[in-house]
Protein backbone atom coordinates (compact mmCIF):
# COMPACT_ATOMS: atom_id res chain seq x y z
CA UNK A 1 0.00 0.00 0.00
CA UNK A 2 2.58 3.23 -0.86
CA UNK A 3 1.87 5.39 -3.83
CA UNK A 4 -1.61 6.51 -3.76
CA UNK A 5 -3.28 7.05 -0.83
CA UNK A 6 -5.66 9.72 -1.08
CA UNK A 7 -7.44 11.38 1.15
CA UNK A 8 -11.01 12.31 0.17
CA UNK A 9 -12.50 13.99 3.34
CA UNK A 10 -11.46 14.54 6.70
CA UNK A 11 -12.96 11.02 7.61
CA UNK A 12 -12.08 9.05 4.09
CA UNK A 13 -9.00 7.79 2.51
CA UNK A 14 -8.96 5.60 -0.80
CA UNK A 15 -5.72 4.09 -2.49
CA UNK A 16 -5.69 4.81 -6.23
CA UNK A 17 -2.55 2.33 -6.48
CA UNK A 18 -4.47 -0.76 -6.14
CA UNK A 19 -7.21 -0.46 -8.52
CA UNK A 20 -6.39 2.33 -10.46
CA UNK A 21 -9.49 3.89 -9.38
CA UNK A 22 -10.33 5.02 -5.96
CA UNK A 23 -11.33 2.13 -3.71
CA UNK A 24 -12.89 3.50 -0.59
CA UNK A 25 -10.37 1.69 2.38
CA UNK A 26 -12.52 3.49 5.16
CA UNK A 27 -12.14 6.47 7.41
CA UNK A 28 -9.20 7.85 7.92
CA UNK A 29 -7.24 6.13 10.99
CA UNK A 30 -4.02 6.53 11.99
CA UNK A 31 -3.02 3.16 10.91
CA UNK A 32 -3.93 3.79 7.30
CA UNK A 33 -2.61 6.99 6.98
CA UNK A 34 0.38 5.76 8.26
CA UNK A 35 1.24 3.75 5.68
CA UNK A 36 0.25 6.28 3.34
CA UNK A 37 2.24 8.95 1.14
CA UNK A 38 4.31 12.14 1.64
CA UNK A 39 0.17 13.39 0.60
CA UNK A 40 -0.99 11.15 3.37
CA UNK A 41 1.91 12.96 6.14
CA UNK A 42 -0.02 16.32 5.54
CA UNK A 43 -3.07 14.61 5.76
CA UNK A 44 -1.27 12.96 9.07
CA UNK A 45 0.09 16.13 10.43
CA UNK A 46 -3.39 17.99 9.24
CA UNK A 47 -6.15 15.82 10.62
CA UNK A 48 -4.74 13.08 12.67
CA UNK A 49 -1.11 14.66 13.99
CA UNK A 50 -2.59 14.92 17.87
CA UNK A 51 -3.56 11.70 19.51
CA UNK A 52 -6.68 11.89 20.59
CA UNK A 53 -7.51 13.55 23.92
CA UNK A 54 -8.28 10.42 26.61
CA UNK A 55 -11.49 10.88 28.59
CA UNK A 56 -10.94 12.97 31.92
CA UNK A 57 -10.43 10.09 34.44
CA UNK A 58 -13.07 10.11 37.08
CA UNK A 59 -10.23 11.87 39.62
CA UNK A 60 -10.20 14.63 36.99
CA UNK A 61 -13.64 15.49 36.65
CA UNK A 62 -14.16 15.04 40.28
CA UNK A 63 -10.99 17.50 40.66
CA UNK A 64 -12.78 20.10 38.26
CA UNK A 65 -16.25 19.76 39.73
CA UNK A 66 -14.14 20.81 43.19
CA UNK A 67 -13.05 23.43 41.61
CA UNK A 68 -16.00 24.62 39.63
CA UNK A 69 -18.11 24.59 43.29
CA UNK A 70 -15.52 26.63 45.36
CA UNK A 71 -15.04 29.00 42.57
CA UNK A 72 -18.88 29.60 43.01
CA UNK A 73 -18.23 29.43 46.68
CA UNK A 74 -16.05 31.82 46.88
CA UNK A 75 -18.29 34.64 44.38
CA UNK A 76 -21.27 33.87 46.52
CA UNK A 77 -19.31 34.30 49.75
CA UNK A 78 -17.91 37.67 48.40
CA UNK A 79 -21.10 38.63 47.28
CA UNK A 80 -22.99 38.26 50.72
CA UNK A 81 -19.81 39.87 52.68
CA UNK A 82 -19.48 42.99 49.79
CA UNK A 83 -23.82 43.14 50.55
CA UNK A 84 -23.72 42.91 54.56
CA UNK A 85 -20.89 45.51 54.56
CA UNK A 86 -23.04 47.73 52.02
CA UNK A 87 -26.01 47.03 54.57
CA UNK A 88 -24.32 47.72 57.30
CA UNK A 89 -23.10 51.14 56.05
CA UNK A 90 -26.47 52.01 55.09
CA UNK A 91 -27.73 51.44 58.62
CA UNK A 92 -24.95 53.44 60.03
CA UNK A 93 -25.59 56.54 57.79
CA UNK A 94 -29.55 56.43 58.74
CA UNK A 95 -28.59 55.65 62.47
CA UNK A 96 -26.14 59.17 61.97
CA UNK A 97 -29.28 61.16 62.14
CA UNK A 98 -30.15 60.30 65.93
CA UNK A 99 -28.72 60.89 69.14
CA UNK A 100 -27.20 58.81 71.20
CA UNK A 101 -28.62 60.08 75.19
CA UNK A 102 -29.98 57.43 76.81
CA UNK A 103 -33.90 57.68 77.05
CA UNK A 104 -35.68 59.59 79.66
CA UNK A 105 -37.80 57.32 81.58
CA UNK A 106 -41.34 57.15 79.69
CA UNK A 107 -40.07 58.89 76.77
CA UNK A 108 -42.37 57.64 74.04
CA UNK A 109 -41.20 54.91 71.72
CA UNK A 110 -39.30 56.56 68.09
CA UNK A 111 -40.65 53.67 65.86
CA UNK A 112 -38.37 54.73 63.00
CA UNK A 113 -35.51 54.76 65.52
CA UNK A 114 -36.54 51.08 66.80
CA UNK A 115 -37.21 50.22 63.13
CA UNK A 116 -33.27 50.54 62.78
CA UNK A 117 -32.87 48.54 66.23
CA UNK A 118 -34.63 45.49 64.69
CA UNK A 119 -32.07 45.40 62.04
CA UNK A 120 -29.30 45.74 64.60
CA UNK A 121 -30.46 43.33 67.18
CA UNK A 122 -31.08 40.70 63.91
CA UNK A 123 -27.66 41.31 62.66
CA UNK A 124 -25.80 40.84 65.88
CA UNK A 125 -27.83 39.99 68.95
CA UNK A 126 -30.65 36.82 67.38
CA UNK A 127 -27.96 34.43 67.07
CA UNK A 128 -27.70 34.54 70.78
CA UNK A 129 -30.56 36.36 71.95
CA UNK A 130 -34.40 35.59 71.97
CA UNK A 131 -36.99 38.18 72.88
CA UNK A 132 -39.88 36.22 73.33
CA UNK A 133 -39.11 32.36 73.73
CA UNK A 134 -36.39 31.41 76.39
CA UNK A 135 -32.75 31.56 77.10
CA UNK A 136 -30.04 30.36 74.12
CA UNK A 137 -26.77 31.55 74.53
CA UNK A 138 -28.17 34.05 76.36
CA UNK A 139 -30.83 35.29 78.41
CA UNK A 140 -33.94 35.86 76.62
CA UNK A 141 -33.96 40.02 76.31
CA UNK A 142 -37.90 39.44 76.92
CA UNK A 143 -39.11 42.19 80.00
CA UNK A 144 -35.02 43.34 79.91
CA UNK A 145 -35.88 46.86 79.90
CA UNK A 146 -37.97 46.75 82.80
CA UNK A 147 -35.57 44.83 84.83
CA UNK A 148 -32.34 47.31 83.89
CA UNK A 149 -31.89 51.05 83.02
CA UNK A 150 -31.27 52.10 79.82
CA UNK A 151 -28.09 53.22 81.10
CA UNK A 152 -26.85 49.90 81.72
CA UNK A 153 -28.22 48.40 78.61
CA UNK A 154 -26.54 50.80 76.53
CA UNK A 155 -23.41 49.94 78.79
CA UNK A 156 -23.65 46.66 78.44
CA UNK A 157 -24.10 47.15 74.66
CA UNK A 158 -21.54 48.55 73.71
CA UNK A 159 -18.57 47.14 76.50
CA UNK A 160 -20.16 43.37 76.90
CA UNK A 161 -16.23 42.62 77.91
CA UNK A 162 -15.75 45.77 80.59
CA UNK A 163 -19.46 44.87 82.28
CA UNK A 164 -18.99 41.26 83.09
CA UNK A 165 -15.47 42.14 84.83
CA UNK A 166 -16.87 45.17 86.60
CA UNK A 167 -20.45 45.68 86.71
CA UNK A 168 -22.15 42.68 89.22
CA UNK A 169 -25.18 42.15 87.66
CA UNK A 170 -23.43 40.98 84.48
CA UNK A 171 -20.91 39.45 86.39
CA UNK A 172 -23.30 37.17 87.61
CA UNK A 173 -24.72 36.99 84.28
CA UNK A 174 -21.71 35.61 82.99
CA UNK A 175 -21.02 33.09 85.86
CA UNK A 176 -24.93 31.57 84.80
CA UNK A 177 -24.14 31.66 81.19
CA UNK A 178 -20.79 30.46 81.15
CA UNK A 179 -20.02 32.51 77.72
CA UNK A 180 -18.69 36.21 77.42
CA UNK A 181 -21.06 38.26 75.44
CA UNK A 182 -19.88 39.76 72.20
CA UNK A 183 -21.39 41.58 69.68
CA UNK A 184 -20.14 40.23 66.10
CA UNK A 185 -18.49 43.46 64.16
CA UNK A 186 -18.53 45.25 67.31
CA UNK A 187 -21.40 48.01 67.64
CA UNK A 188 -21.45 51.91 68.18
CA UNK A 189 -23.28 54.45 70.69
CA UNK A 190 -25.74 54.59 67.77
CA UNK A 191 -26.50 50.77 67.47
CA UNK A 192 -26.82 50.57 70.83
CA UNK A 193 -29.49 53.26 71.21
CA UNK A 194 -31.13 52.11 67.94
CA UNK A 195 -31.12 48.17 69.43
CA UNK A 196 -32.54 49.74 73.06
CA UNK A 197 -35.03 51.50 71.26
CA UNK A 198 -36.48 48.20 69.87
CA UNK A 199 -35.95 46.50 72.95
CA UNK A 200 -38.37 49.55 74.24
CA UNK A 201 -40.73 49.08 71.46
CA UNK A 202 -40.72 44.72 72.29
CA UNK A 203 -41.12 45.74 75.81
CA UNK A 204 -44.11 48.10 75.41
CA UNK A 205 -46.00 45.85 73.16
CA UNK A 206 -45.05 47.61 70.20
C1 LIG B 1 -22.29 35.56 71.28
C2 LIG B 1 -23.58 35.62 71.89
C3 LIG B 1 -24.17 36.98 72.18
C4 LIG B 1 -24.41 38.00 71.31
C5 LIG B 1 -24.12 38.04 69.81
C6 LIG B 1 -25.05 39.04 72.06
N1 LIG B 1 -25.16 38.67 73.35
FE1 LIG B 1 -26.04 39.70 74.84
N2 LIG B 1 -25.52 38.32 76.19
C7 LIG B 1 -24.90 37.14 75.89
C8 LIG B 1 -24.60 36.44 77.13
C9 LIG B 1 -23.91 35.08 77.22
C10 LIG B 1 -25.07 37.25 78.16
C11 LIG B 1 -24.93 37.04 79.66
C12 LIG B 1 -23.69 37.84 80.12
C13 LIG B 1 -22.42 37.15 79.67
O1 LIG B 1 -22.27 35.92 79.89
O2 LIG B 1 -21.56 37.83 79.06
C14 LIG B 1 -25.66 38.42 77.52
C15 LIG B 1 -26.29 39.44 78.23
C16 LIG B 1 -27.00 40.45 77.63
C17 LIG B 1 -27.83 41.41 78.32
C18 LIG B 1 -28.18 41.40 79.79
C19 LIG B 1 -29.43 40.58 79.92
C20 LIG B 1 -30.10 40.70 81.26
O3 LIG B 1 -30.93 39.85 81.55
O4 LIG B 1 -29.78 41.64 81.99
C21 LIG B 1 -28.32 42.25 77.39
C22 LIG B 1 -29.26 43.42 77.60
C23 LIG B 1 -27.80 41.85 76.12
N3 LIG B 1 -26.99 40.75 76.30
C24 LIG B 1 -28.08 42.48 74.95
C25 LIG B 1 -27.50 42.13 73.73
C26 LIG B 1 -27.69 42.88 72.52
C27 LIG B 1 -28.62 44.08 72.38
C28 LIG B 1 -26.94 42.27 71.56
C29 LIG B 1 -26.75 42.73 70.13
C30 LIG B 1 -26.29 44.07 69.92
C31 LIG B 1 -26.29 41.14 72.17
N4 LIG B 1 -26.64 41.09 73.49
C32 LIG B 1 -25.47 40.24 71.51
C33 LIG B 1 -24.58 36.66 74.63
C34 LIG B 1 -24.64 37.42 73.48
Redesign the pocket.
Known amino acids: MTGDMVRLSPTVVVDKSRTGSATYLGPCTRSNVAVGTEQDAGVRSGVNALPPRPPPSRGRRIGALATGLAVLVSVALGAWLVARDAHSRSLDRSLGAYAVAPPEAGAPIDSALADLGAR??EA??A???GITSGAG???S?AG?TA??SPEW?MA??LR?DS??TSDP??RS??A?????????GG?TPQ??RA??EF?RRVDGGG
Open positions: VFGCACHVGPLVRRLMVPMTVALKQYGVQMMVPTRAVLL
